[in-house]
């Protein structure tokens, strides 16, 4: 008898040797360090970016995180990982720019909710975030944009602004979290700042 073929392949592996289905992912397949490595190394904006180097979804990710902390500045550790993580799908599926995303619909949606719903879980933290906190990492993920739009992309004010709004926000250090790295500078802070939320999370409430 002839040999049923195989299905399509649904899995990547990862440098640290755990193999990621993407389509049913399991939290214990899920390590920081295929994160940080792949988000460091996915550019924003289809690297159509100015600078030696791309601006990394890595640093966006950082970006985001001190947008948030801007926003409400008693976010717990566990929120700001939340803020973190947004777009910590994208170390598998890559980032899309919000107009291909609109093209191909719910289907990357998905698939997306369902990574980074095994992403939140293998880090303690809830499947899906409360929807108070999910509409401020919108907000700041949406004011990342902007700024990210008018300093790096090419952006009028008014562009960015008609599409992104104009965030009313001041974010200490933002030239510096705006300067593009190498993605082994970028994997490094992002890891950096992932450890010290991971520290805080665990540290007794006081």
Known sequence: MARKPEPPRAWQR?????????????????????IAHGL??????????HGPHVYSVAQHSLLVEAIACALDAALSPRERMIALLHDAP??????????????????YKSVENRILAAIHVRFSLPAAPPTALGRLVKKADRAAAFFEATRLAGFTYD?????????????????GLMEPAPSNDAQAMFLNVFRALETGMKAPAS
């Not at 939290?27 to 360090?33: T, Y």
């Not at 460091?40 to 970016?49: C, E, F, I, K, S």
């Not at 562009?159 to 030239?175: D, M, Q, S, W, Y």
Request: aromatic letters at 8%; a negative charge.
């Open 40 to 49: 460091a190394r996915v550019a924003r904006w289809n690297g159509q970016t």
């Open 14 to 34: 990862m440098l640290s040797g755990r193999r990621l289905d993407l389509l049913d992912p399991s939290p214990l397949d899920v390590e920081i360090e295929d």
């Open 159 to 175: 562009e960015a602004e008609r599409f992104f709004g104009r965030p009313e926000v001041h974010v200490k250090n933002l030239e």
């Open 90 to 107: 994208e170390y598998v599926i890559g980032d899309i720019i919000s107009p291909f995303k609109a093209a191909v619909g719910e289907s």
